[in-house]
């Protein structure tokens, strides 16, 4: 559609980019944080924090120093595209590793990684980007850890806070909660901004919060968050290609091959290795974390910071980072399962969780908890009386190829069936882990420690 194309639109807008790809990437990393298991990111916490700071120094030197030598960019140039393409892609971590079964502790390291690094690259843009020369490295580190520690303390606050209340008032109508989320989430975002910390770190973590708390019609929320994510991602993309200019990419076709090779064969590994460096992780995991590092959408709106702090040679700078994320990302997204297969990390896919939907009875003092038993699912051959649930709950309804009845303790559950369980309020968190832990080990769950994830 742009003014190559065939609709001939001319579009060079790049600060109104730059702000709707801001707001773009406030709903996927809500949107990430959302789906972001925490009993898979807790163990991976100090790993993905290690890389989203240490690797990103690595990365941004090592890739800077190839464009200035091996391309001849100034170094200030230089350091805007190590800066810009260091930061891996939230959407295209979470969009590949989501269907990939891979170790829990690589998956969360990755995706901990993607949600951290864009708030610390952002600094490190707007800094390289705007006029005057940087006296005092440690000064810019200082002033980056400290952003990083303020928008981690707001956004887990909003994210308890939001999820607490969510959890105590009914809403009207049960549309309301998605909506209610996703606006915790942005009011996250903008609370750390307004304090002078970074707010896609805080957006992250809050979303992060709730998706772990159980909240109400949460199947719906989810369906809502992705639906957005998508949305988001699809009007990114738009926008940047309207805002390139095809054929100004074929002088800076090569150089851009160049400057994403040594950083996906060097720059990446190299801080895949430094920074993991303390927490020994085996070889074959550095490997394929070395690869996993996608780049998407987000280096290329990262990209528009400069173009509109009017730095000389921006728009080259775009030119290129458009060409290295779309060829890497199409080498890198679909070889990723073969290399985990290569390397022996292939997993057989895990039990599918419960997608388990919640409603409130206010009056009654309880709660409907309805769920379908996935294909991957271990509840598959149990009895009803073998779910152990605590006194207070009980599965009311089965039904079963579109036929409904009440079950009897002999009743054995198949994959497909859908349950409908009433729990009071005090057991109602109980009931729930109990199902997700049968749900993952069988009846035998507790006797194995397959616990459910806390709600």
Do not use: C
Request: net charge negative; aromatic share 6%; hydrophobic share 55%.
């Amino acid at each position: 559609m742009g003014q190559d194309g065939i609709a001939g639109i001319h579009f060079d807008n790049a600060e109104l980019t730059q702000v709707i790809g801001y707001g773009a990437l406030v709903v996927i990393l809500a949107e990430g944080g959302l789906g972001t298991k925490w009993s898979e990111i807790k163990p991976a916490l100090p790993s993905a924090s290690a890389l989203a700071v240490v690797g990103v120094a690595v990365s941004v030197g090592v890739t800077a120093a190839a464009a200035h030598y091996l391309i001849g960019l100034e170094w200030r140039q230089a350091l805007i595209i190590g800066a810009v393409v260091s930061s891996t892609d939230a959407a295209a971590v979470f969009s590949v590793l989501r269907k990939v079964p891979l170790p829990a502790r690589v998956t969360g390291t990755l995706e901990a990684e993607s949600g951290f690094n864009d708030a610390p690259v952002v600094i490190l843009v707007v800094a390289f980007s705007t006029a005057g020369p940087i006296e005092h490295w440690y000064v810019l580190i200082g002033e980056i850890l400290l952003e990083l520690a303020i928008g981690a303390a707001i956004g887990l606050a909003v994210g308890w806070l939001g999820a607490w209340g969510l959890r105590h008032v009914a809403l009207p109508a049960s549309g309301l909660y998605p909506i209610a989320v996703m606006a915790i989430a942005v009011t996250a975002y903008a609370a750390g901004a307004i304090a002078h910390g970074s707010g896609f770190l805080a957006v992250y973590l809050a979303a992060m919060m709730m998706g772990n708390a159980r909240l109400p019609h949460w199947p719906a929320t989810r369906g809502f968050a992705e639906g957005l994510g998508w949305m988001a991602q699809i009007g990114m993309f738009v926008l940047l290609g309207l805002l390139v200019t095809p054929h100004e990419l074929a002088d800076d076709f090569l150089p851009a091959l160049l400057i994403g090779l040594v950083l996906t064969m060097v720059a990446r590994p190299l801080s895949i290795v430094l920074g993991l460096l303390p927490f020994r992780v085996p070889w074959q995991e550095q490997a394929l974390m070395s690869w996993a590092g996608l780049r998407g959408a987000v280096p290329i709106i990262l990209a528009t910071i400069p173009m509109v702090e009017g730095v000389a040679g921006s728009r080259r700078i775009f030119n290129l980072v458009f060409v290295l994320v779309v060829v890497y990302t199409l080498v890198q997204g679909p070889t990723l399962p073969w290399l985990a297969r290569k390397l022996h990390l292939g997993q057989d896919a895990e039990a599918a969780d419960l997608g388990i939907e919640s409603a409130p009875l206010e009056r009654l003092r309880g709660h409907l908890l309805s769920f379908s038993i996935p294909k991957g699912s271990r509840m598959h051959g149990v009895e009803v009386g073998e779910l152990r649930l605590p006194p207070g709950a009980a599965v009311t309804l089965v039904v079963r190829d579109g036929q409904s009845f009440v079950p009897l303790p002999t009743t054995v559950l198949q994959r497909g069936d859908e349950l409908l369980v009433v729990a009071t309020d005090p057991v109602r968190d109980a009931a729930e882990r109990r199902l997700r832990a049968v749900g993952h080990g069988g009846k035998l769950a507790g006797w194995l420690g397959a616990d459910g994830p806390a709600p």
